[in-house]
């Protein structure tokens, strides 16, 4: 079994920048051969994909954050990145990893404050 831990959420201001963090233990092998990704869910709202990346590297975006927000990931490291860079207060949200849309993380809060 693989685990999924987030870190790096927080509250910044718009047009700010975090990234996000999503480290995986356990099972780790697994995460090299297959997608990650990164959703959200902001209150009241069901929740949404923001991206995706293969594991040949082939990201998707969200089109709400293409341009903004980057995904990238490091096998050696067993941990997938998000930076999200000019912050919109729209973006306020609770981020999950997942692993192939199976296994997920608890989530982290990033809130942005107009």
């Known amino acids: 079994q693989v685990q999924l831990v987030e870190s790096g959420g927080g509250s910044v201001q718009a047009g700010g920048s975090l990234r996000l963090s999503c480290t995986a233990s356990?099972?780790?092998?697994?995460?090299?051969?297959?997608?990650m990704g990164w959703y959200r869910q902001a209150p009241g709202k069901e929740r949404e994909l923001v991206a995706t990346i293969t594991s040949s590297s082939s990201r998707n975006y969200a089109d709400s954050v293409k341009g903004r927000f980057t995904i990238s990931r490091d096998n050696a490291k067993n941990t997938v990145y998000l930076q999200m860079d000019s912050l919109k207060p729209e973006d306020t949200a609770v981020y999950y990893c997942?692993?192939?849309?199976?296994?997920w993380g608890k989530g982290i809060l990033v809130t942005v404050s107009s």
């Open positions: 356990g099972t780790v092998f697994s995460i090299w051969f297959n997608a």
């Open positions: 997942t692993l192939g849309q199976v296994t």
